[in-house]
C-alpha cells in the first residue's frame, strides 16, 4: 500500500541551522554502528575538508571552522585511516575497471557521476559479468542521496505519527533492500555474476594487493593491510564506503529546489503548480511515498525509505523475462531469498529518491519505462486506460502482467491510481507537464547543463 506520513510545509525553517541539521541523519544511522569506522567518519572534519557540506552550498553560509581529524578503526589496522585518505582511495577504486573479472568493468561503468551515479544509457539493465554480456535483472539505482537509508525492518513504526502507525518494510540498500550498510552493498556488485562477476571478495583483494593503489593502501592502513584477505577487502569496502559519504559527491543539496527552501530562489509559476499538485494527497499524491518537506529540519530526501508494488507492466528487453516462468518480485525473491515466503511481500520494491529523477534514461525496477512524461501517464492512467500498459491474453487485458496471477492483489490502488476503464485520469496533460516541471528543480546544480546568454 501507498504510505502515508506526516509532511513538514516545504519551506519549513530555511536557515543556517536547517543547514546544519541536514547532516544529523548521518550521525543517527545505525548502518554506521556495524563497521569500525563508525562515529569518525560521520563528524570528523576531514570528511567535510575535501568536499562541500549543505552549509558551504548555501553560498551566503561560509564554512564551519574545521578541527583536527580524528583517527578512524585504531583497532582494525596498524595505521590508523583519515576519513579523507579513505575518500581518495574510494574515488579511485570506484573508477577502477581492474577489480571486475572482464577488466573492463568499474562501478563508474553503472553509475554515472556525471548522471547523479545513474545508469548511463537506456538500457533496462546493464551488461557485465566475465565476457561483459551478461545482462542484469535489474535497472541501476542513483547512489546519490542514499546517506541516511536506515537499516530494513519488516515494521516500521512512523515517527512523524505517534509512533504506533506500522507502515510495514522499510529501508535497507538496493531495490530489494537485503542488505543494511554501504560496507555490504559494495560486496554485490564485486562478485555478483552479472556484474563484476569475481568469484570472492579475496580475487578482489589480491588485484588490488598486486595493483598500482597497493602501495597507497599500505601507506594509509599500514605495511599489513593485505597479511589476509580478511584485512584487506575490510580495507577496500571501508573506502568505498566512506567516499560514498562524501558530501559533494553524493548528496550537495545543491538543487533549485533546495535552494528555494533557503530562500535564495524562486520556483516558477509552473514549478510552483506542479508542487502543488505533487502534494496533493487527492491529485499527485507523490508526496505520500516520496516526502517534499523535511522532517526534523533536514533537508527532504524525496522518499520514505518503504516499498510498494506498483504494478510496473513486464519489460521484455530484460533477458529473464524471456522465461515466462520467470517474475522479480522484490521483497520475495529471487535476489533476496530471507523473505521468499512471505507472499505479502512479493512484487514491492523499495521507493527511490526522486532526486536528479529528470536526469535518468529508464525507469522502475526494471526499467520499463524511458521519460518522466511515460511514468507519469501511467501512474495516473493504470487503472483508467489499462489496455496503453497491458497485453491482451485470450481477448481479455492481463493487468499486472509481471507478477503471477494469485500476487496480483498486492498491487497498490492507491491515489494517483485508481479509477475504473474509461475514467477520468486523476491529473490532466497539462497538470502533468507542471509536475515534471516541479521534479526537474530536484536536479542538483553540478549536474545541469551550463546555460548560455546574451
Given at each position: 500500500?501507498?504510505?502515508?506520513?506526516?509532511?513538514?510545509?516545504?519551506?519549513?525553517?530555511?536557515?543556517?541551522e536547517?543547514?546544519?541539521?541536514?547532516?544529523?541523519?548521518l550521525?543517527?544511522?545505525?548502518?554506521?554502528?556495524?563497521?569500525?569506522?563508525?562515529?569518525?567518519v560521520?563528524v570528523?572534519?576531514?570528511?567535510?575538508g575535501?568536499a562541500?557540506?549543505?552549509e558551504?552550498a548555501?553560498?551566503?553560509?561560509?564554512p564551519?571552522?574545521?578541527?583536527?581529524?580524528?583517527?578512524?578503526?585504531?583497532?582494525k589496522f596498524?595505521?590508523?585511516?583519515m576519513?579523507?585518505?579513505?575518500?581518495?582511495?574510494?574515488?579511485?577504486?570506484?573508477?577502477?575497471?581492474t577489480?571486475?573479472?572482464?577488466g573492463?568493468?568499474?562501478?563508474?561503468?553503472c553509475?554515472?557521476?556525471?548522471?547523479?551515479f545513474?545508469p548511463?544509457n537506456?538500457?533496462?539493465?546493464?551488461?557485465?559479468g566475465p565476457?561483459?554480456?551478461?545482462?542484469?535483472l535489474?535497472?541501476?539505482?542513483?547512489?546519490?542521496?542514499?546517506?541516511s537509508?536506515?537499516?530494513?525492518?519488516?515494521h516500521?513504526?512512523?515517527?512523524?505519527s505517534?509512533?504506533?502507525?506500522?507502515?510495514?518494510p522499510?529501508?535497507?540498500?538496493?531495490?530489494?533492500?537485503?542488505?543494511?550498510?554501504?560496507h555490504d552493498?559494495?560486496?554485490?556488485?564485486?562478485?555478483?555474476?552479472?556484474?563484476?562477476?569475481?568469484?570472492?571478495?579475496d580475487?578482489?583483494v589480491?588485484?588490488v594487493?598486486g595493483?598500482?593503489?597497493?602501495?597507497?593502501?599500505?601507506?594509509?592502513?599500514?605495511?599489513?593491510v593485505?597479511a589476509?584477505p580478511?584485512?584487506?577487502?575490510?580495507a577496500?569496502?571501508?573506502?568505498?564506503?566512506?567516499?560514498?559519504?562524501?558530501?559533494?559527491?553524493?548528496?550537495?543539496?545543491?538543487?533549485?529546489?533546495d535552494?528555494?527552501?533557503?530562500?535564495?530562489?524562486?520556483?516558477?509559476a509552473?514549478?510552483?503548480r506542479g508542487?502543488?499538485?505533487?502534494?496533493?494527497?487527492?491529485k499527485?499524491?507523490?508526496?505520500?511515498?516520496h516526502?517534499s518537506?523535511?522532517?526534523h529540519?533536514?533537508?527532504?530526501?524525496?522518499?520514505?525509505?518503504?516499498?510498494?508494488a506498483l504494478?510496473?507492466?513486464r519489460?521484455?528487453?530484460?533477458?529473464a523475462n524471456?522465461?515466462?516462468?520467470f517474475?522479480?518480485?522484490?521483497?520475495?525473491?529471487?535476489?533476496?531469498?530471507?523473505?521468499?515466503?512471505?507472499?505479502?511481500?512479493?512484487g514491492?520494491?523499495r521507493?527511490?529518491?526522486?532526486?536528479?529523477v529528470a536526469?535518468?534514461k529508464v525507469?522502475?525496477?526494471?526499467g520499463?519505462?524511458?521519460?518522466?512524461d511515460?511514468?507519469?501517464?501511467?501512474?495516473?492512467e493504470?487503472?483508467?486506460?489499462?489496455?496503453k500498459?497491458?497485453p491482451?491474453?485470450?481477448?481479455?487485458?492481463?493487468?499486472?502482467?509481471?507478477?503471477?496471477?494469485e500476487?496480483?492483489?498486492n498491487?497498490?490502488?492507491?491515489?494517483?491510481?485508481?479509477?475504473k476503464?474509461?475514467?477520468k485520469?486523476?491529473?490532466?496533460a497539462?497538470?502533468?507537464?507542471?509536475?515534471?516541471?516541479?521534479?526537474?528543480?530536484l536536479?542538483?546544480?553540478?549536474?545541469?547543463?551550463?546555460?548560455?546568454?546574451?
Amino acid at each position: 500500500m501507498m504510505r502515508a506520513k506526516a509532511l513538514v510545509a516545504p519551506r519549513a525553517r530555511p536557515t543556517t541551522e536547517h543547514d546544519r541539521a541536514t547532516l544529523r541523519p548521518l550521525m543517527t544511522l545505525t548502518e554506521r554502528a556495524r563497521v569500525a569506522l563508525c562515529g569518525a567518519v560521520l563528524v570528523a572534519p576531514a570528511c567535510r575538508g575535501s568536499a562541500t557540506t549543505n552549509e558551504e552550498a548555501a553560498p551566503a553560509a561560509p564554512p564551519p571552522q574545521a578541527a583536527p581529524a580524528k583517527p578512524v578503526a585504531p583497532d582494525k589496522f596498524s595505521r590508523s585511516p583519515m576519513p579523507a585518505e579513505m575518500t581518495d582511495l574510494g574515488r579511485q577504486l570506484f573508477s577502477d575497471t581492474t577489480l571486475s573479472a572482464s577488466g573492463q568493468m568499474a562501478c563508474v561503468t553503472c553509475h554515472d557521476p556525471k548522471l547523479g551515479f545513474g545508469p548511463p544509457n537506456a538500457r533496462p539493465t546493464q551488461l557485465g559479468g566475465p565476457d561483459m554480456k551478461s545482462p542484469g535483472l535489474r535497472a541501476v539505482p542513483s547512489l546519490r542521496y542514499l546517506q541516511s537509508v536506515p537499516s530494513f525492518t519488516q515494521h516500521y513504526l512512523d515517527e512523524a505519527s505517534d509512533g504506533s502507525n506500522d507502515v510495514g518494510p522499510t529501508g535497507g540498500n538496493t531495490w530489494d533492500g537485503r542488505v543494511n550498510t554501504k560496507h555490504d552493498q559494495a560486496k554485490l556488485p564485486l562478485t555478483s555474476k552479472f556484474e563484476m562477476a569475481n568469484a570472492s571478495l579475496d580475487d578482489v583483494v589480491a588485484k588490488v594487493a598486486g595493483g598500482p593503489l597497493a602501495t597507497k593502501f599500505r601507506a594509509v592502513f599500514g605495511d599489513d593491510v593485505f597479511a589476509n584477505p580478511a584485512r584487506g577487502s575490510a580495507a577496500i569496502l571501508m573506502c568505498l564506503e566512506v567516499f560514498q559519504q562524501s558530501p559533494k559527491d553524493f548528496y550537495p543539496y545543491s538543487s533549485k529546489y533546495d535552494q528555494y527552501l533557503r530562500r535564495k530562489a524562486e520556483l516558477s509559476a509552473a514549478e510552483a503548480r506542479g508542487l502543488a499538485l505533487y502534494n496533493d494527497g487527492n491529485k499527485g499524491n507523490c508526496a505520500s511515498c516520496h516526502p517534499s518537506g523535511g522532517y526534523h529540519g533536514a533537508f527532504p530526501q524525496f522518499t520514505d525509505y518503504g516499498f510498494n508494488a506498483l504494478g510496473v507492466p513486464r519489460n521484455a528487453r530484460i533477458a529473464a523475462n524471456a522465461d515466462p516462468r520467470f517474475y522479480d518480485m522484490g521483497l520475495c525473491g529471487p535476489e533476496r531469498t530471507d523473505l521468499k515466503d512471505h507472499k505479502e511481500y512479493c512484487g514491492l520494491f523499495r521507493v527511490p529518491s526522486l532526486r536528479n529523477v529528470a536526469l535518468r534514461k529508464v525507469f522502475f525496477h526494471n526499467g520499463a519505462f524511458d521519460s518522466l512524461d511515460r511514468v507519469m501517464a501511467f501512474y495516473v492512467e493504470r487503472d483508467t486506460n489499462p489496455g496503453k500498459w497491458y497485453p491482451k491474453v485470450g481477448g481479455k487485458i492481463e493487468t499486472f502482467d509481471d507478477l503471477p496471477a494469485e500476487l496480483r492483489k498486492n498491487v497498490t490502488h492507491d491515489v494517483p491510481f485508481g479509477g475504473k476503464p474509461g475514467g477520468k485520469p486523476r491529473l490532466s496533460a497539462t497538470e502533468i507537464r507542471d509536475v515534471i516541471a516541479f521534479l526537474k528543480t530536484l536536479t542538483d546544480a553540478d549536474l545541469q547543463e551550463p546555460t548560455t546568454g546574451r
